[in-house]
């Protein structure tokens, strides 16, 4: 887990956009999607990104074995790509989710509970925010489901949240 989160401040720290990165969102999402991608901090866009990419690959990993009938190949790269949208409420650094992190261990998950910081609101409630969000736009329950479950343990989730998970978790 520590080397997962090394990983990812190294991720934030040294990532740049590139023009395949832009060509992949123009082809994906709509104007007003963009919009609301637009405002994610770059590290937040990028991780979307490789979320959205990988989940497209696992997708196709497991077309053959399970059934898919509810889920689309475009779906679960809108989901990677829209699935951390409730951050644009309350922008995060590298820095505020590495304080977050150590704060959480520290209080033995507690600071979840004993915080007001508007910070510390997003960072375990943006799906929730993220549903608010994409329910204007007019997204299924489905998509919304993903959305805000992606962080929850599910017995028994949906294809799409098990594609989402698996590809989040990834990244």
């Known amino acids: 887990m520590y080397l997962y989160r090394v990983k990812q401040f190294y991720w ?10 832009y060509k992949y969102i123009n082809e994906y999402l709509t104007l007003e999607e963009i919009e609301f ?3 994610l901090k770059k590290s937040e866009k990028l991780h979307c990104i490789r979320v959205s990419k990988d989940a497209a690959e696992y997708y196709e990993s497991i077309l053959q074995e399970e059934r ?4 689309s190949k475009d779906m679960v790269i809108k989901l990677g790509l829209l699935h951390d949208i409730g951050k644009i ?3 995060l650094t590298a820095i505020d989710k ?14 979840k509970n004993k915080s007001k910081s508007k910070k510390v609101y997003i960072y375990y409630n943006h799906p929730e925010e993220g549903v608010k969000i994409l ?5 299924d329950e489905e998509f919304l489901y993903a959305v805000k479950n992606h962080h929850k ?3 028994n989730p949906s294809m799409a949240l098990k594609i989402l998970k698996y ?3 990834k990244n």
């Open 153 to 155: 343990k599910i017995q």
């Open 68 to 71: 898919l009938m509810d889920v």
């Open 37 to 39: 991608f637009n405002r």
């Open 167 to 169: 590809a989040d978790n």
């Open 98 to 111: 590495s304080i977050i992190v150590i704060l959480n261990k520290l209080t033995k998950g507690e600071l």
């Open 12 to 21: 934030t720290i040294s990532s740049f956009f590139r023009k395949v990165d």
């Open 135 to 139: 329910k204007d736009i007019g997204y």
């Open 89 to 91: 409420k309350q922008p």
